[in-house]
Each structure stands twice: as C-alpha cells, then as structure tokens.
C-alpha cells in the first residue's frame, strides 16, 4: 500500500527539518523516498496548513507493574467511568485502563512509550499489561540495585564479568530494554530503619556503598553495549538541599553514559527564609559541564495525582502528606520495596509553587534540549495527559506569566522563572519528544522521518487559537491524524483504529553458567520457581509481542 502525506510543514530535526513544507510517502509501514511522478498512491492526505512531525515517544511513564495496579485498588475514585461506551472489549470504558492509556496517548501523537520500573520478579505482569495497550509500543526498564543476589555477589568481591552475565540474564529473563536503578542500596537499608541513604552510604550487611552498586551497575550496561543508559532515581529525593546529590551522581559517572530521571525532585537547595530553594542554575551548570549526562524533568503540574516509586526511603518520609490520607508501602521477595502516596499539588502551596517553577526552570534555561527530556514522571509529577498543558507552559510566554498570578509569591521569588521570557518551539518539542528520545533508547527506527523509518507520524493543526495566538494545548490534546506502521489510528482528535503493538526489548549475550547461580539462589530464598520467572515469547500466544534490538 502507498500513501502519500501532501504539502504539511515538517519537524524533523534528526535531518534538520524546521517547518520546511513538503510531502512524506509510506508505503507498506514503512516511511520511503519520493516514488516518481508516476507512482500510484493507494491514499493521499492533504496536510496543507499542519505541523508533521514523527510519532512521540516517552522515555519515562509507569504504565503497568505492581505499583500501577496498586494506585488503582487504593484510588476507585481516580478511575470512573469517563470514555464513551464505543467498545466491546473489557475495561475499555475505565478511567486509566490499558485501553485508555493507548487511546490517550494516541491522541497526542504518542506512538512508544517506557515504563521506567519493572521489578524483575514481576516482568510477566508488566508485559501482559502492556500487550493489553493499544496501538502504542512499549518498552520496559528493569530495576537492579537492591535486589539481594546483586548485592551478596558485590559482597564476595565477584569480577565485573560476573556481574555483567548477571545483567545480561537480568534482561533476557525480563525482556527488558535497559536498566533502572532506584536509590542504590536503599530499600535494603530500610529494612535495617535506615531512613535516609546517601551516595556514599554503607548497606547494612553487605559492606557496598551506594555510589559502588551504581558504578557496578553502570559498567556492566556500558560494556553489555546496552543502547539506553543505565536510568538513574538518584538518592534524597524530594529533599532540600539534595542538588548536591545530583551533582555527584554525574560525577560518580566518571565520564560514562548516563541518565538522570525526573531531576526536578533533585534540584532544590536550602536558602530562604524555609530552608528550601530553587537550585536550577546550580544543576545546570554540573550538566553542561558532564556531556556524558542526559535527563528528564518531571514537571509538577497542579492538582490530584498518586505518587508510586520503587523508592520506599522517599515514599515512606512522605506518607503523612498523603490526600487522601490513605497510602500503601510495600516488599517484595529479595529484589525492592516501595510505596504508593497520593497526593495533590495545589497553587497556594509555598512547596508545590517551587516544584513547578523549577521544572519549567529547567527546560527554559536548558543549553542542551537534545540531553533533556519532556516527562511529568507520570504519575508522580502529573499524569501524561497534562503533556498538552506543559507544551503550552514552555511554548507560551504570557500564558506562563498569566498562571503565575494565582501562584504563591513566596516561592516564585526564589526562583528565576519570572524573568523568563524564553519560549520553546516546534523543533524544541519535537527534539525533546521524537528525534532525541529516540536516539536515547537506541530505537534508530523510530523518532524521525527519514527513509527507512517506520511511518509512526502526527500531524497537529495549529488553527486552533488561544486570542491572537495558537492554542498548544488543544492542538497537542487531540491530533489532526495519527499513524501508527502507516496504519490511520486517529483523525480530528478521534481513535478510529487500535492495532496491536509491540515491546522493544535488548538481549545481550551471557556466560550461560549464570543461571546456575541463579537458580541457587532462587530455590534458597524465593518462593517463585525460577522456571516461573522468565518471560516467553509463548506467553503471549501466537502474536509477535517482542522486536529485538
């Protein structure tokens, strides 16, 4: 099949594309070259007028996993009905199902989406809850770190070789497609009324500092040749002051890859009359110095969200804040721990002001938006669905100055974001959120509009308008059109299509001698068997779930 796409204003900076207007052919899923003036288009969509650019793609959202099922037991109230009744198909029409998540981000343009924490022993559940996404690609982040096996072959001082066939076993058994390490050695500690873990902390009864199970854990991703960056939740989250453990975190890389998640929760200082800060300019400066670095923000956006994090230290410090006052901590087997707290993020809070300005601090003051990403830690920081309000926050200049009225005052003085007159374009949001998000995950099909690329593109209509100027947000909420593999699955807004998608997954080679220590360990202390711990390509019957990096 061969479509054309006509005459639309094109953002590709991956082939330094900056609204030049011009024609995109798909043929069989696949974007192509210009087939000739004879060519016989099966379909052609004028896209006069309209902003092209390629499907989005967000490198950290918890979309499946214990947590997410967790939030939704503790919160019946977040998830109503609210989807009009067009399916038959189970739990189509609840709030934050799997289909909804699917319809939601399609609608935005998204076409591949992260889930940043998957607990290897719950691998199976993560990726059966994500095959039941439509339409979206998916890809999953294993969590390394604090898990015991890791931890008691550190303690008897095992080679790096070792530890790097541990790994690659890690993510072969899960199907993952990179690392995730969450507050190194953390929940360990708690478990020994440890309530605050730094860098440099010792766990108890394994004799490994934290900053050595990240470097472990990083030297093993760089030279298993892992294209994604071993992912980093640093240390003191949420903590005053906890700019400094960011900072050293970057240098603790020693000059490797690697990435830094939603480092809005590490860039608060400790000045001010409350002891609590903007530091924005501070961790900025480190990152422009450590070009090795990537990071994403996640933005705080005001009103109800639920907090989930395989981060029990930060979880727990927190639970007294919790709105409504109901939350869930949590251990599983001898992998983590963690925690669910909701909470809402309100205009008249001194705290919640700040957290807000310093996201969009960041992404303002930014050298580097190819290192930079566009998250709200869904749901952490807001739910995915507020990415429309976000792009017009950073896009909109007097809208930013308008939303800052209603704020507390306080906050916004210790901070630079008044005087920011700085407003993000086209080819910023589509760096942050195809071209450059997509070179981060080593998905090089992807992200861009080049030959060769799979035809995952969204077209937005900038007509809608907000006064004199364009509405972003409405015209990132809902897409002109949408393709997924060169398939329509949404015109004006509106799903018309659902296929299936597909996990993206890395599996290095491994000494296969690991896996005898492995089950050692797992007929000592699991009560899983470990025969019941990996994930199958049979696990999903007949249907090609997985595309292999």
């Not at 796409?5 to 900056?18: R, T």
């Not at 918890?62 to 019946?76: D, F, K, Q």
């Not at 072959?153 to 095992?158: F, G, H, I, Q, T």
Request: charge should be negative.
């Amino acid at each position: 099949m061969l479509i054309k796409l006509h005459n639309g204003a094109i953002y590709d900076p991956a082939q330094n594309l900056h609204g030049e207007i011009g024609d995109l052919f798909i043929r069989d899923g696949i974007i192509v070259a210009d087939p000739g003036p004879n060519a016989g288009f099966d379909a052609i969509y004028d896209a006069t007028g309209q902003i092209v650019m390629a499907g989005a793609i967000d490198i950290h959202s918890h979309i499946a996993g214990g947590n997410v099922n967790t939030a939704r037991l503790l919160l019946p109230e977040q998830h109503r009905n609210r989807m009009a009744r067009r399916l038959n198909h189970p739990f189509s029409t609840a709030k934050w199902s799997s289909t909804d998540i699917g319809y939601r981000y399609a609608r935005m343009g998204y076409t591949c989406v992260v889930e940043p924490a998957m607990l290897p022993v719950g691998a199976l559940d993560v990726h059966l809850q994500m095959a039941d996404i439509p339409i979206i690609d998916t890809a999953a982040l294993a969590i390394l770190g604090n898990d015991d096996l890791l931890l008691r072959l550190m303690r008897a001082k095992a080679g790096q070789n070792q530890i790097n066939d541990y790994v690659a076993w890690t993510l072969n058994a899960t199907r993952a497609l990179g690392l995730k390490v969450i507050n190194a050695g953390g929940a360990n500690a708690f478990k020994s009324n440890v309530r605050q873990f730094d860098l440099d902390d010792i766990v108890p009864d394994y004799g490994v500092s934290s900053r050595q199970i990240l470097q472990t854990l990083q030297r093993a991703a760089c030279e298993l040749g892992v294209p994604h960056p071993v992912h980093v939740h640093c240390n003191n989250l949420g903590t005053p002051g906890n700019v400094e453990t960011a900072v050293a975190t970057m240098e603790a890389a020693q000059g490797l890859p690697m990435h830094l998640a939603h480092v809005q929760f590490y860039t608060y200082g400790a000045e001010g009359a409350k002891g609590f800060s903007s530091a924005a300019a501070r961790l900025l400066e480190a990152f422009n110095r450590h070009p090795n670095i990537t990071m994403d923000v996640g933005q705080v956006l005001f009103g109800q969200t639920v907090t989930i994090s395989g981060d029990v230290i930060a979880q727990y410090s927190r639970h007294a804040d919790a709105s409504p006052s109901k939350y869930v901590m949590w251990d599983a087997e001898t992998e983590g721990s963690g925690g669910v707290v909701p909470y809402r993020y309100r205009e008249a809070s001194f705290v919640n002001t700040l957290q807000w300005a310093i996201g969009l601090e960041l992404f303002l003051l930014a050298e580097a938006p190819e290192r930079l990403f566009f998250t709200t830690d869904h749901p952490n920081g807001a739910p995915f669905t507020a990415y429309p309000e976000l792009i017009r926050l950073l896009m909109d200049a007097d809208y930013r100055q308008e939303c800052m009225v209603g704020l507390n005052q306080e906050a916004l003085a210790l901070t630079l974001l008044p005087g920011l007159k700085r407003e993000l374009n086209f080819s910023d949001i589509a760096t942050m959120t195809r071209s450059a998000a997509a070179k981060l995950l080593g998905l090089n099909d992807r992200g861009h509009l080049a030959p060769g690329a799979i035809a995952d593109i969204a077209v937005y209509d900038p007509g809608r308008r907000a006064g004199a100027r364009p509405d972003y947000r409405a015209m990132f909420a809902d897409a002109a059109l949408v393709f997924k593999n060169g398939r329509v699955v949404v015109e004006n807004g509106v799903v018309v299509d659902r296929p299936d998608g597909q996990a993206q997954t890395f599996t290095p080679d491994y000494d296969a001698g690991i896996a005898r220590t492995v089950k050692q360990h797992f007929d000592r202390f699991y009560s899983l068997k470990l025969n019941q711990y990996a994930v199958n390509d049979g696990d999903f019957g007949e249907r090609p779930r997985f595309h292999y990096l």
